[in-house]
């Protein structure tokens, strides 16, 4: 049974930091590309970072230098580092895992963490 867990999400004033963690299971962790979305109320979810299999990474334009992502597979662990952290970055935060093989897509989810940005 594939879990992903989230952690490290909270309250947090403009400016600050966060680190969210997602711990993998049951999946061969180092085949799955692995990403960061998040969906804000009333909007729709969109992806904000993601790293390959090969830890190529990639990033939505709006966390351009403010997001790392990460990912360490001797512990099947990936992690979104959130610098200058903005009132617009608030939501919940879903780790997803995913892989395409022989024409077929295998995608999991976490349950999710709420980030929240606020003086």
């Known amino acids: 049974q594939v879990q992903l867990v989230e952690s490290g999400g909270g309250l947090v004033q403009p400016g600050g930091s966060l680190r969210l963690s997602c711990a993998a299971s049951g999946l061969r962790f180092v085949t799955y590309g692995m990403n960061w979305y998040r969906q804000a109320p009333g909007k729709q979810r969109e992806l904000v970072a993601a790293i390959t299999s090969g830890r190529t990474t990639n990033y939505a334009d709006s966390v351009k230098g403010r997001f790392t992502i990460s990912r360490d597979n001797a512990n099947n662990t990936v992690y979104l580092q959130m610098d200058t952290l903005k009132p617009e970055d608030t939501a919940v935060y879903y780790c997803?895992?995913?892989?395409?093989?022989?024409?077929?897509?295998?995608?999991?989810w976490g349950q999710g963490t709420q980030v929240t940005v606020s003086s």
């Open positions: 997803n895992a995913a892989r395409r093989e022989l024409g077929r897509i295998y995608e999991y």
